[in-house]
């Protein structure tokens, strides 16, 4: 199977994994998603994230994402892709975005590494802004 966009994959299973009260889910790995995956949990969206390395059975990886919750609550409210194969979006530092008036965060892809709009506001740069979480 052949993903086109394997971040949009991504936040998608991580988006049923929680209408389906799932406590823990596994996605195929890729140096992107482990970095998404580790600002999620540095943010305290999801409880743990542990990589797979690959192997012969495994040529990509995996990644075994814990996910978070409050009660009966998900800790993650929504989900959201920006910048789509087919639809770029670059932001100067100017125009970080700010999610929910700041109750939530845009991960950045920039020239120094994938970080979030915060670190990308403090450090002065700008960048591809791929998904937003709240």
């Given at each position: 199977?052949?993903?086109?966009?394997?971040?949009?994959?991504?936040?998608?299973?991580?988006?049923?994994?929680?209408?389906a009260r799932h406590e823990s889910l596994t996605i195929p790995g890729s140096t992107i998603k482990k970095?998404?995956?580790?600002?999620?949990?540095?943010?305290?969206?999801?409880?743990?994230?542990?990589?797979?390395?690959?192997?012969?059975?495994?040529?990509?990886?995996?990644?075994?994402?814990?996910?978070?919750?409050?009660?009966?609550?998900?800790?993650?409210?929504?989900?959201?892709?920006?910048?789509?194969?087919?639809?770029?979006?670059?932001?100067?530092?100017?125009?970080?975005?700010?999610?929910?008036?700041?109750?939530?965060?845009?991960?950045?892809?920039?020239?120094?590494?994938?970080?979030?709009?915060?670190?990308?506001?403090?450090?002065?740069?700008?960048?591809?802004?791929?998904?937003?979480?709240?």
């Amino acid at each position: 199977m052949v993903i086109s966009d394997p971040i949009a994959d991504m936040l998608t299973r991580i988006r049923n994994a929680i209408m389906a009260r799932h406590e823990s889910l596994t996605i195929p790995g890729s140096t992107i998603k482990k970095s998404i995956a580790e600002i999620l949990q540095q943010e305290g969206y999801i409880s743990r994230t542990d990589w797979t390395a690959p192997s012969a059975g495994n040529p990509q990886g995996s990644i075994d994402i814990r996910l978070k919750w409050d009660g009966k609550d998900s800790v993650i409210d929504g989900l959201k892709r920006i910048s789509k194969p087919g639809r770029r979006i670059y932001v100067g530092h100017g125009d970080l975005p700010k999610v929910r008036n700041g109750l939530g965060i845009a991960i950045l892809s920039t020239s120094s590494g994938v970080m979030t709009e915060k670190s990308a506001r403090n450090a002065g740069i700008g960048g591809e802004v791929l998904c937003e979480i709240w």
